[in-house]
Structures are given as structure tokens and as C-alpha cells.
């Protein structure tokens, strides 16, 4: 079975990231087509060997003419589109209309909230949104990332939620997950995402100043990059506690900082809809933070395997975080950080990629 993946660009991301895994893992033929941007992760696809195809460097007519000639050519059985927005919507339903042998698949990574529309300007939003709903309407199936997911979809546009199967992400388990007794009176706080406003980095800085300023020891290591990157260092120097917060940009390898961790903290401010870095750090069983958006309490049961705090709320993370510093090496520590790696082991990257490859296989 041969199977086309549409993404707008190659960069680091978790959609790429999840791509990328599929190359790896899926018995399946996978190939992957980039249509607006490489990138990182498009680069090590094509080091490691994976199929991709690069066609950003062409105009949208001559991309759109290159496309089909691809999918006639290679006669792919599925065609499956991840990122968002009304361009690739509009190569994506071009595909549909033209190829009707081909199983179409929407990928649904994102919850739906209008305020986090993809589109910059109203009328963008608006588009986007119409085109979102053709997307939808004319696949043949739709895949979401949590139980949250589907219902925001299935509430807002009506869609039969039979047509849309949950497959929870996944992430390669590590063989036996590490934990370090970390006897310092310093603890180490973990970050690891985009730097962007939804992702509740300011909510975590603020909370931070909170603990330095109540006498707690603790430092903040944040992983990843984004278009507020600049904005939350000044914040972070504003703040006061610049020296404490340890700005380390994209990181692809992140074993190290794991390894150094005692809590690793996820703090989104919207509806997420997975957190596959929660799944991460509960594999490496360290103590996970994530607020109580979206499909988090789908992999984090609060003071069982984690711990959970009011979205956007910084005095209630400050509070949870403290509740963290002080179970630090102790037996309620290790419990529950083993329940973690115990819950995270439901989300091994084989189990998904099975799951996914087994939907694209039903007959159309």
C-alpha cells in the first residue's frame, strides 16, 4: 500500500516530528511532500533515506501540475493532509476531485478554536474556516489526536463522529526510562515546545518569579523556538530572574536535559489537543505539570501519574510546582512518576503507526 503525506513544511515540529516516526516505524510505503517549506526535519527524512518530496521551489500552478502528475505516477491507495490552512486545503481537495480510486484522510492535530484560527486577519480566518469545511466534508475519513478533538470537530461542523477514529500519538518508549535522585536543594524545571503565546511559556515565567521570590531553589530549562522567542528573554529579564531561565533554542537530541530534569512543566493557555512532550517526560519518568486543557487529562490523572493546574492561572501553577519541589525525592515522587512511565507505555509510536496503517487499509 503506498501512501502520500501532505505537510506545508519540513521544519521542527511536532507534526513533523510524528511524521517522521511514521517514516520510520509504518510497514507501509510512506512518502512525504513538502509544498511550502523544507527544513530540519525534512532534511534528516531525506539523510535517513524516507521518500520526500520537495516542491516549494516551484510557482502554485507548476506545484499544483508536478502534484498530480505525482499521485497519477506513483498511484497511491491514500492521501493524508496534516497541516492547515486554505492552500493546502486547496491542493488537498484538488487531489480529491481528480482521483476518485484514492482513500482521502484529514488529519485532525489541532482542536478547534475559532480565536486560533489558522489566518492572521478575519477574512483570512473566514476562508480558512470554509475551506476547512469542504476538507471535512469530502474525506473520506478524519483522524484525531484525542477524544477532545474529535467532539470540538464533530460539535462545530456537524461532522459524523463515525467518521473520525482517534489515534492518540505516540512516541518510541524508551527501554527503561530513567529516574535520578536529584539530592541538590536546586531543582531543575523542564519546558519543551513552541515559544509562542498558546503555549503558556509567560504563564510558566511568572510562576517561576513566584517560587524564586518564596524562597524555593529552581532553575528553567526551555527547549524549542518561535516567534516570541525574543519577547519572553526580555520578560524573563524584566522579571528578574534572567540568570535563572536557560533559553537552549531547537533542540532535536534532548536525552540530556531529561536526564537532568525533576519536573518537566506544560503549561498551554488554549485547548491543546495531545502534549506528546507530556508522553515524553512521563517516559522518562519525570514529574509532569500540564494544564487542564484539551486532551491533557486524556494522558495525565491529576495526583495520579502527574499533577494538573487551572489553565492561564499563574498562582495555581506556582502552587502545583511547589507541591512538586517538595515531593522531589521522596517515595510519593517515585510512585508516581512510575504510574507516569506505565500511563506513557500506552503511547508507544509502534501501537500508533498500526493503528493509522490499519485505517488507511478499509476499502473506500
Known amino acids: 500500500m503506498k501512501i502520500l503525506h501532505l505537510l506545508s513544511g519540513g521544519g521542527i515540529g511536532g507534526i513533523e516530528i510524528l511524521c517522521r516516526d511514521i517514516a520510520r516505524f509504518g510497514c ?10 523544507g527544513g530540519e526535519i525534512a532534511d534528516k527524512m531525506e539523510r535517513e533515506q524516507f521518500q520526500i518530496h520537495r516542491m516549494y521551489e516551484k510557482a502554485a500552478l507548476k506545484r499544483a501540475l508536478s502534484l498530480i502528475k ?23 481537495l484538488m ?20 480565536d486560533y484560527m489558522h489566518g ?20 473520506d475519513q478524519a483522524v484525531a489526536v484525542s477524544e477532545f478533538v474529535k467532539e470540538s470537530y464533530s460539535r462545530e461542523f456537524g461532522c459524523d463522529p463515525t467518521r473520525i477514529e482517534v489515534i492518540y500519538n505516540g512516541i518510541q518508549i524508551p527501554e527503561n526510562g530513567r529516574y535520578f535522585l536529584n539530592t541538590g536543594k536546586l531543582k531543575k524545571i523542564l ?45 524573563a529579564n524584566e522579571l528578574g530572574i534572567g540568570k535563572y531561565v536557560h533559553f537552549r533554542g531547537k533542540i532535536l537530541e534532548k536525552q540530556r536535559y531529561f536526564d537532568e530534569a525533576d ?18 517526560a512521563m517516559a522518562q519518568r519525570k514529574l509532569c505539570i500540564a494544564s487542564r486543557s484539551g486532551g491533557i487529562p486524556e494522558i495525565i490523572s491529576d495526583q495520579k501519574d502527574g499533577l494538573l493546574f487551572e489553565k492561564g492561572n499563574i498562582e495555581d501553577l506556582t502552587r502545583v510546582l511547589k507541591k512538586a519541589i517538595h515531593l522531589c525525592g521522596t517515595s510519593e515522587y517515585e510512585r508516581m512518576t512510575e504510574t507516569g512511565r506505565k500511563k506513557a507505555e500506552q503511547f508507544d509510536i509502534n501501537s500508533m503507526v498500526r493503528q493509522l496503517e490499519n485505517l488507511c487499509r478499509n476499502e473506500k
Open 28 to 37: 507501509e510505503e510512506h512518502e512525504f511532500c513538502f509544498l511550502y517549506t
Open 70 to 92: 505525482l499521485v497519477k505516477r506513483k498511484k497511491y491507495d491514500v492521501v493524508i493532509v496534516h497541516h492547515e490552512g486554505a492552500g493546502i486545503y486547496t491542493f488537498y
Open 95 to 114: 487531489l480529491i476531485f481528480l482521483f476518485h480510486k484514492v482513500r482521502f484522510i484529514k488529519y485532525l492535530h489541532c482542536s478547534f478554536e475559532w
Open 120 to 139: 492572521k486577519t478575519e477574512k483570512k480566518r473566514k476562508i480558512n474556516y470554509k475551506m476547512l469545511g469542504c476538507t471535512l466534508k469530502y474525506s
Open 191 to 235: 519546558y519543551v515546545g513552541r515559544l509562542v503565546e498558546v503555549k503558556g511559556v509567560r504563564v510558566l515565567l511568572y510562576a517561576l518569579k513566584n517560587l524564586l521570590r518564596d524562597g524555593e531553589e529552581a532553575e528553567l530549562d526551555i527547549l524549542g523556538d518561535g516567534a516570541q522567542k525574543e519577547e519572553f528573554i526580555q520578560l
Open 263 to 280: 519536573i518537566f512543566v506544560y503549561p498551554p493557555i488554549w485547548e491543546e489537543a495531545f502534549g506528546i512532550s507530556v508522553v515524553e
